[in-house]
């Protein structure tokens, strides 16, 4: 039990025990004593000033008193107007740093076989180009997210939705064609996502060539592009994909093969894995048949021109187009099949899609038309809406020079690591060298594109992102290692403190501090924040080498204190190494 919950505890029991009211535990929530008063935690009497009948001093001086006397956490107390300011027993904290130390997953629940079965989307891929910084950020958010829900006893499936058909692939499949001589990753020495993305630029290229050429022939820019042979190649081969015309398809499964065995390499490095992946050319005709269906039902109807649409006015939308006349569907369509195909595999009681900001408005509607469809999560789908990133100026340019190539910024993490550790790296073999400076460099990446909040744009700046002081996964990852270090040179540890020790003020904030990990877990979890655990993983970090500093470990003298300290380092560096890795984050043993 967390000292808060020992205090709201005690608090309503005090206010039946003064006053004979009924108040729910969770309705009183201790607050940390601000820095100019003394005290560790303050309740705030105001709500209760109806039951007592007496002024807000004289209540929490009543309160206060109780508690003194009744509960053994709290030492004493002050009052300052209508806040009732405990100071927390320094005997209660060795207790819990004992029971801490005793709890193997402290902080982490394990889910029961009936756990609710939340599935989270993320990643979401095209087959016609590499991963890229905006995608690292969606299968970073997206993988720590995951976690999260796992740590707080939910069951969780992770599942990624490709890509795989439409007029852009075609166009890398037609560019490969024409000009790829038989070229693969093989021959190329390139992977297979990234082949297939210079082939897709190498599309445009020619594509833009061919329409100056008509332009300068007198065309308008929209008589060039409906003149376009290039464009009416890619187009023919589309139709000649939905015909399931053999040649097309045997190019498409090859080319692909190539791009998936890129992506696997990239997911890898990442950290990030799914346990289901679906593919948008197994769901569209899904989605297409569920549509249709709504006809009959009177959810969707066609227009005259043969197109289908959603009257979605009366849910304070407009009307949203579901297929067009032609009869192809549109990404709408996609989702709702890949939501049925979903639904036949998993029990979801919850579907959290880990999609951009620029995405609100479709998820709006999806949620609506899946819900009239039947599905019973539809309703109260999740969509974990997050901002973009973007680098400074002029940085990490991809391959392509157009967006920045997720396996370039993460090779230059990673060199970045090797440059800025250096010296620290100077006594190891190269093997564990190369190991650290790729879980600093991946690190580094991981811990400053989720310290902020999701919902906010971001500029990532990797320089910054090594730097080993200040808030970042560097200054995490050494300050383990420092622990580590620590507990090594210790030698054997004692199971737990003598509960007569007393810890100072410092220790027992840090105490304190790491007893405050469930609850950052559950609040994380309820809001679907891994910046939450970021930020919790920064303050104990800042807190434990402040303490490092001010105080001896390894040399203090009194075996009792030295024991209490080399306790408290192990649980810091436990909690610290346990938080990280909601982050997909590791941490070294040294550095």
């Known amino acids: 039990m967390t000292i808060e919950s020992i205090i709201s505890e005690g608090v309503s029991k005090a206010l039946k025990a003064l006053y004979g009211v009924e108040v729910e535990e969770r309705d009183i929530v201790p607050q940390a004593t601000r820095k100019d008063f003394e005290g560790n935690f303050t309740v705030v009497v105001f709500p209760f000033l109806k039951a007592s009948h007496k002024s807000p001093e004289a209540t929490a001086e009543e309160i206060g008193r ?34 801490i130390s005793q709890a193997k997953d402290y902080g982490f629940k394990t889910a029961p076989k009936d756990a609710p079965l939340v599935m989270v989307e993320y990643s979401s891929p095209n087959t016609n180009k590499p991963l890229h910084l905006g995608h ?5 958010l997206g993988y720590s997210l995951a976690k999260i829900l796992e740590a707080n006893g939910f069951r ?24 790829g001589g038989g070229e693969t990753p093989e021959t190329s020495g390139k992977k297979g996502d990234h082949l297939i993305g210079d082939y897709y630029v190498e599309f445009d290229k020619h594509y833009k060539e061919e ?37 097309v398809r045997d190019l498409w499964q090859t080319m692909n093969g190539w791009v998936y065995a890129g992506f696997d390499e990239t997911y890898k490095r990442l950290g990030v894995d799914f346990d289901k992946i679906y593919y948008e050319s197994d769901t569209y005709l899904e989605g297409k048949d569920l549509v249709l269906g709504g006809i009959d039902s009177g959810i969707m109807y066609r227009k005259d021109d043969g197109s289908v649409w959603a009257d979605l006015t009366s849910d304070g939308l407009d009307h949203k187009l579901l297929l067009r006349s032609d009869g192809t569907s549109v990404y ?47 309703k109260d789908l999740v969509h974990f809406s997050y901002g973009m990133v973007e680098l400074p100026e002029g940085k990490m340019k991809s391959r392509e020079g157009t967006v920045v190539d997720a396996d370039d910024l993460i090779d230059r993490m990673i060199s970045s690591a090797k440059d800025a550790s250096a010296e620290r790296f100077a006594d190891m073999a190269p093997e564990e060298s190369e190991e650290v400076a790729r879980m600093v460099g991946l690190g580094a990446l991981k811990y400053f594109l989720l310290k902020v909040d999701p919902k906010k744009n971001m500029l990532f700046n990797p320089k910054e992102s090594i730097d080993f002081n200040g808030n970042t996964g560097p200054f ?38 790491i007893a405050d990990f469930p609850a950052v877990v559950e609040e994380a979890g309820k809001t679907y924040s891994p910046a939450l655990i970021a930020n919790y993983c ?14 001896p470990i390894l040399k203090e003298e009194n075996k009792e204190i030295r024991d209490l300290r080399l306790v408290l380092s192990r649980e810091v560096g436990r909690i610290l190494k346990n938080a990280a890795s909601l982050l997909g984050m590791e941490m070294p043993e040294r550095m």
Not at 343 to 364: A, C, L, R, S, T
Not at 365 to 374: A, C, E, H, N, Y
Request: with cysteine; aromatic share 12%; glycine share 4%.
């Open 136 to 140: 690292v950020r969606n299968n970073l």
């Open 66 to 99: 109780w508690l003194q006397e009744n509960e053994d956490a709290i030492e004493k107390f002050n009052v300052v107007k209508g806040f009732l300011n405990l100071v927390v027993n320094p005997h209660f904290w060795t207790k819990l740093l004992n029971e």
């Open 211 to 247: 329409l100056k050429a008509l332009e300068n022939e007198g065309l308008s820019t929209e008589e060039a592009e409906a003149q376009s042979s290039l464009m009416a190649e890619a187009r023919e081969m589309l139709r000649k994909w939905e015909k399931g015309d053999p040649e």
């Open 156 to 179: 969780v499936v992770k599942t990624n939705i490709v890509n795989d058909r439409g007029i852009h692939i075609c166009k890398s499949m037609l560019a490969w064609k024409k000009w």
């Open 332 to 378: 709408m369509t996609q989702d709702i099949g890949t939501a049925k195909l979903r639904y036949q595999d998993f029990p979801i009681d919850k579907m959290i899609y880990v999609v951009g900001n620029e995405q609100n408005y479709h998820f709006q509607v999806l949620s609506l038309i899946l819900d009239k469809l039947g599905f019973k999560w539809g």
């Open 476 to 513: 995490l990852q050494y300050t383990y290692a420092r622990i580590r270090s620590v507990v090594r040179r210790a030698g054997h540890l004692p199971e737990e403190v003598d509960p007569s020790v007393t810890p100072n003020e410092k220790e027992s904030a840090l105490i304190q501090r």
């Open 538 to 551: 920064y303050e104990l970090a800042k807190e434990y080498n402040q303490f490092y500093h001010d105080y």
